[in-house]
């Protein structure tokens, strides 16, 4: 007698999570956007290589992704160290066994006029939200091209975490948003250079989110919008994963997020 269960299985059921035998490699992964973006794609099934500086931090989360029946390799890192960089990428491969997605999530900003900001500041916003994201991105283009050559999914990513800064100027912003404005646009010319090879390159741009980054440099322009307006991680988070997820010929290149109530 059949099961007549059977006949109710969907087809995703038996194919198992979007990201299953996948591997992941998120950068500033021990907080905020990182640590959700880490989450959510170790809950669609992928191997994730967590790497910042906070070791205790990501030890934690991997302990989390654990509880949630998932699997992660630690791998800390100062990503203003370039050679460091290119050696997380190769370790995350090499832990992993393959590397189908990078996520450029790290990042620093420090606002004010220009001629109030600290110049270690200045070097520490272009390190983290530029310099780390072309090295991240070229020390993993090899594997992840291979990956889209043979991998489950046909296709692979990579994701660069930038703002609405990089779209919108503000006063006493200008070198963050002179960063932002830069991965964006290289972001879209590494769109050109592989999108014939089957590996999707994206950008999400929040607006304002509730991180640590946010509770030390909130833009003038959305001072005053409750704190309970504003978005969370795990919404850029969701915002990712559904790029990510997308079926083989579905590339989502770029994505604007802000709060409902933000205007600017």
């Known amino acids: 007698m059949s099961d007549t269960n059977a006949g109710n299985v969907s087809a995703a059921e038996v194919a198992g999570p979007p990201l299953a035998g996948c591997a992941a490699l998120v950068t500033g992964a021990s907080s905020g956007i990182g640590a959700a973006t880490a989450l959510a794609l170790a809950r669609e099934g992928a191997t994730v290589a967590l790497v910042a500086r906070r070791t205790e931090r990501l030890t934690e989360l991997a302990a989390a992704i654990r509880d949630g029946g998932g699997s992660s390799v630690v791998l ?18 090499e832990h992993c066994g393959r590397l189908d997605l990078l996520v450029n999530n790290a990042g620093y900003v420090a606002m004010g006029a220009l001629e109030e900001v ?14 780390a994201v072309l090295h991240a991105s070229q ?13 489950p ?3 692979a990513d990579v994701v660069t ?3 609405v800064a990089g779209r919108l100027v503000r006063r006493d912003n200008a070198v963050y ?3 932002k404005h830069a991965v964006c646009a290289f972001s879209e010319g590494l769109r050109q250079e592989v999108t014939g090879r089957r590996v999707r390159v994206g950008l999400v741009e929040p607006g304002i989110t509730e991180t640590e ?3 030390v440099a909130v833009p003038t322009a959305v001072r005053g919008l409750p704190r309970s307006d504003w978005l969370q991680a795990e919404d850029i988070a ?9 079926p083989a010929h579905v590339a989502v290149n770029e994505m604007l997020v802000r709060p409902t109530a933000q205007e600017p």
């Open 238 to 246: 969701r915002s990712i994963t559904f790029m990510v997820t997308q």
């Open 76 to 93: 800390t890192a100062d990503l203003r160290d370039a050679a460091r960089v290119r050696q997380a990428v190769e370790d995350a491969a």
């Open 118 to 131: 600290e110049p270690a500041d200045l070097t520490r916003m272009v390190e983290l939200n530029v310099t």
């Open 161 to 163: 975490v930038s703002s």
């Open 153 to 155: 999914r046909g296709v």
């Open 177 to 179: 948003s002179a960063t």
């Open 213 to 215: 980054m946010a509770a």
């Open 139 to 151: 020390a993993a283009l090899p594997h992840l091209l291979r990956a889209a050559a043979d991998g």
